[in-house]
């Protein structure tokens, strides 16, 4: 039967103190780790270089008038210019920002890097104090 190997994450500031380590095979261990890690990470990095931004995928926004149907209507889609009603403007923002900022620090053109179109909907039901 294999063995199993404990594998975890550790933040930066836990791989430095380390890499200070009076005992040796840890000061050791964690300098090659780091090392180890900045070779993946220049790899990484040279690779989503050399891809071709992705297009971003369309965004929609609905009205779902105060009423707890979804999505409600479309009432501003890809291209269009911001419209009169404030929460509408707000929530196509927040999803060009999340888009740019997928596309800018990950290279994904959507949230499952695959274009998947972002929906919204403004004004569900009455007092409702959420998004999705």
Do not use: C
């Not at 294999?2 to 261990?29: F, K, S």
Request: net charge positive.
């Amino acid at each position: 039967m294999p063995t199993r190997r404990l594998q975890t994450i550790l933040p930066p500031y836990l791989m430095h103190q380390l890499e200070r380590a009076e005992d040796p095979v840890i000061r050791e261990a964690a300098q090659s780790t780091q090392l180890l890690d900045q070779t993946f990470r220049a790899k990484r990095l040279e690779k989503k270089e050399s891809q071709p931004a992705k297009k971003l995928p369309a965004i929609q926004i609905f009205d779902a008038n105060h009423a707890q149907t979804l999505p409600g209507r479309l009432v501003r889609s890809a291209h269009q210019t911001p419209v009169a009603d404030t929460a509408v403007n707000e929530a196509w923002d927040g999803l060009q920002a999340t888009l740019e900022f997928l596309q800018n620090s990950f290279r994904r053109n959507s949230l499952d890097g695959d274009g998947t179109r972002l929906r919204a909907s403004v004004h569900f039901g009455e007092r409702y104090m959420n998004a999705f």
